[in-house]
């Protein structure tokens, strides 16, 4: 099966100048398209939460995109929300203006990662999905599953589901 890739820098990909080593290898750090009915929209926030002009052009895109499509996917590296239990200092008083645009343009999901694990969460009318598994190398805990977090899209419905992928076999651990 040929799928397409799109990928976006997280924080590491970027650290001590690889933001231009990333655009070199793996193309520009944001993008959007439409496929079928649907926009999907890559947004870089890998050194933090989004700046004013990342706002105004993400809010110019909704408003012109919107009426054409049924359903809109958003991908950025940092997770915006917060749950019990993830560890980190919670950001979402630094996201107020995306939840407002999410809101307003009816934004079906936000796919994230950052976050060395899974979670799915429903505000809104926004499904949030933090899909950071992977074989975090920063804190020794390797040969972990990853998983994937596949979106069957309807009509007027989308729905995912999740997949556990166990580890491969046969890598140096």
């Known amino acids: 099966l040929w799928l397409p890739m799109f990928v976006l820098p997280g ?21 959007w398209f439409e496929h079928g009915e649907a926009l999907f929209v890559l947004l870089d926030n890998s050194a933090g939460p989004f700046d004013d002009a990342q706002y105004g052009e993400l809010e110019s895109l909704l408003e012109e995109r919107r009426p054409g499509v049924r359903h809109i996917f958003l991908f950025m590296h940092r997770q915006p929300i917060h749950w019990k239990g993830d560890g980190k200092e919670s950001v979402e008083h630094s996201y107020l203006r995306l939840f407002q645009l999410l809101r307003k343009y009816k934004v079906d999901y936000v796919f994230t990662g950052h976050w060395h694990g899974y979670h799915r969460e429903e505000r809104d009318g926004t499904v949030f999905v933090v899909n950071g598994r992977g074989g975090d ?30 580890p491969r076999a046969g890598l140096p651990v």
């Open 137 to 166: 190398f920063d804190h020794g805990e390797r040969m972990v599953p990853c998983c994937s977090t596949p979106v069957e899209v309807g009509e007027d419905t989308a729905e995912d589901r999740h997949i556990d992928l166990p």
């Open 11 to 31: 924080n590491h990909d970027i650290d001590d100048g690889g933001g231009e080593l990333f655009e070199e290898y793996f193309g520009p750090r944001q993008l």
